[in-house]
């Protein structure tokens, strides 16, 4: 496959999406060809500002052809999509919200009709996007909803160095349920759900990673998997069946383990992924080994979503720039490539 076209939305403008957003394009030039989806002006202002020899050009559908064509590097295609407000960095706006929705539905359009071969997306803000009348948890719902399909699931990966022996390994954990109240965790985790998730999991690790027989491990919900019943009983009712269910199916999936002793490599050398029930008992044990080089990927998708493992650090935007790590978004983009090429080859594989 030539280079995959790579649309980046640039997120939130007033945090660090704009920034990481270019210098990830900048950096990544060599593999893929990026388009970046963001307001041109406050984008131009930016790299303008950076000194680092990033050029930009206003991209219309028609340029975007035959830049793609041309396979044209000097300078980083932008889609523009105006901004309503000034941006003032580390200060949100709820008028930009609906121009940071515009962004994810240019990219969406364009992944879905085969322009884009994948779509990286920088941190948006989600309480601005709620004080702006939009109701809205995470690019993970927002783009399932979007692509009509019914259910999708959060993986977070980054690559870890091996408490035994040399080189890394790639830690990959999926959730359950994604951005839920805690007090809503339980009754979101049913037979369905699991069959659903872990079914999605299997297929994407083979089909977009090229994992041939992925080994899924399952946590359980409550403390020390439920202690036999003792402190809780979801994984009496539900986790168990539904591994059983799935067991008979072929897929190579064990569990429930406990979540506080499943992360040690005893178990995780025998594991392509991890599945955990909720937000705050997978992912801080991923963001604590791989933060600043985590990615964040939508399995489930019709088309291929990357993103960074942070928010929007409102905090370092408001002190300038060249305080943020690009380092997840350049992962995010080589990830998103990787997928893209074994998607492609999967698609001449089966003639289509
Ligand atoms: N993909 C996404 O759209 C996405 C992902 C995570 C969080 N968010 C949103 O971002 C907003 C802020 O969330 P938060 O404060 O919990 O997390 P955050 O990741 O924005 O910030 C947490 C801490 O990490 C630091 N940090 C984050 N990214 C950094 C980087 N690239 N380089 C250096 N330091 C960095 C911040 O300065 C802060 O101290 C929330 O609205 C949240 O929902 C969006
Ligand atoms: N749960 C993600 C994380 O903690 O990194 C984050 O909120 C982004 O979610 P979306 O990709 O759905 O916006």
């Not at 407000?85 to 121009?99: C, F, K, Y």
């Not at 879905?112 to 990286?120: G, H, P, S």
């Not at 339980?186 to 027989?213: M, P, Q, Y």
Request: glycine share 10%.
């Amino acid at each position: 496959m030539s280079k995959p076209v790579i649309a980046i939305t640039t997120g939130e403008p007033a945090g660090i999406g704009p920034e990481i957003s270019l210098r990830g394009a900048h950096c990544c030039r060599d593999i893929v060809f990026p388009v970046l989806i963001g307001d041109y002006a406050w984008l131009k202002q930016l790299a303008g500002k950076m000194d680092s020899g990033i050029k930009l050009q206003k991209l219309d559908s028609a340029r975007l052809h035959e830049a793609i064509e041309k396979k044209e590097t000097a300078s980083i295609g932008v889609i523009d999509s105006p901004l309503q407000a000034p941006v003032i960095a580390g200060q949100l706006d709820p008028r930009n919200g609906q121009s940071v929705l515009a962004f994810m539905d240019i990219a969406i359009a364009g992944a879905m009709n085969r322009q884009f071969d994948a779509v990286v997306t920088a941190p948006v803000q989600k309480s601005t996007l709620n004080d702006a009348g939009i109701a809205f948890t995470g690019h993970t719902e927002y783009f399932a909803e979007k692509t009509e399909t019914k259910r999708v699931v959060m993986m977070l990966a980054g690559s870890v160095r091996k408490l035994a022996g040399d080189g890394h390994v790639m830690l990959r954990v999926a959730l359950a349920t994604t951005h839920l109240p805690l007090k809503n965790v339980h009754k979101a985790i049913s037979i369905d759900c699991l069959l659903e998730t872990v079914s999605i999991i299997n297929r994407d690790l083979k089909n977009r990673f090229g994992i041939v027989s992925p080994r899924i491990l399952v946590t359980g919900l409550n403390p020390h998997a439920g202690e036999n019943g003792y402190l809780g009983d979801e994984e009496i009712r539900i986790i168990t069946p539904a591994i059983r269910q799935m067991q008979e199916t072929g897929i190579r999936v064990s569990g429930p383990f406990p979540a506080d002793t499943l992360f040690q490599p005893r178990y995780l050398e025998h594991a392509d992924c991890v599945l955990a029930m909720y937000h705050d008992q997978g992912l801080p044990v991923l963001k604590y080994a791989t933060f600043g080089h985590g990615v964040n990927i939508t399995l489930g998708l019709p088309l291929i979503r990357t993103s960074v493992d942070h928010g929007t650090a409102l905090d370092i935007a408001s002190r300038g720039l060249g305080m943020a790590n690009h380092g997840s978004m350049v992962e995010a983009i080589h990830i998103a490539a990787e997928m893209a090429a074994v998607s492609s080859q999967n698609r001449r594989q089966n003639g289509k």
